[in-house]
């Protein structure tokens, strides 16, 4: 079996993720971790990448599809995989139809009040980097972490005005991949709020 997950930044997709690949024995391929696997390995294709990144530029979606090429050509994905953060575009999709076939597509549904909320209550911890939040799983004393006692502090990019650029940026480049996906018959639509676990259960029925 071989999905996608799509969903806003706070829609939960790395959790939802975990859990797919874990009960169903795919490989979670995230593009990101792809990204700084290869320049790591110093592949060609990521000395080039590291290129791009080294300049503050975007890596092309040439350099990008032919990571994602090499990397579903391996014989560990033969039971399936879950593509996450790619890909982005209709572009991207078509290219990536060309040599790999999707089942089906999970997208993650969530007002965006509720995300921007998600976001802005996350407290990180600089030491151990443990994660809260003021309102789902706050700390016992008040931004100080449970684990080690140091105190929480809150990402640059978690603030209301960057994270309505993000959810914008999305909606504008990414949620048209929803429809195309949709005209395949391949969308799964999971309502993603509420208990982690209830959205799991919604995702394993869709799923069957």
Do not use: W
């Not at 939960?12 to 971790?33: F, M, N, P, R």
């Not at 350099?63 to 572009?91: A, F, H, Q, T, W």
């Amino acid at each position: 079996m071989n999905l996608i997950i799509l969903g806003p930044p706070g829609a939960g997709k790395g959790t939802q993720a975990e859990q797919i690949v874990k009960d169903y024995g795919l490989v979670h391929i995230s593009t990101g971790d792809l990204l700084r696997q290869q320049v790591a390995d110093g592949t060609d294709l990521g000395v080039k990448a590291k290129g791009y990144m080294d300049e503050g530029k975007l890596v092309p979606d040439q350099l990008v599809l032919d990571m994602m090429r090499n990397r579903l050509s391996r014989n560990d994905v033969g039971k399936g995989y879950l593509l996450d953060g790619y890909p982005r575009s209709i572009e991207q999709a078509r290219s990536l139809g060309e040599f790999a076939s999707i089942d089906n597509v999970i997208n993650l549904v969530v007002d965006p009040s509720v995300l921007v909320r998600r976001i802005t209550g996350r407290r990180s911890c600089p030491k151990c980097k443990a994660v809260f939040h003021v309102e789902t799983k706050p700390p016992a004393k008040d931004n100080v972490c449970d684990n080690c006692g140091t105190e929480l502090f809150q990402r640059d990019d978690d603030n209301e005005d960057t994270v309505t650029k993000r959810l914008n940026t999305y909606r504008e480049q990414t949620e048209p991949l929803v429809e195309y996906y949709r005209s395949e018959g391949k969308i799964l639509d999971i309502e993603g709020e509420g208990d982690i676990k209830d959205i799991y259960g919604r995702i394993r029925s869709a799923l069957g």
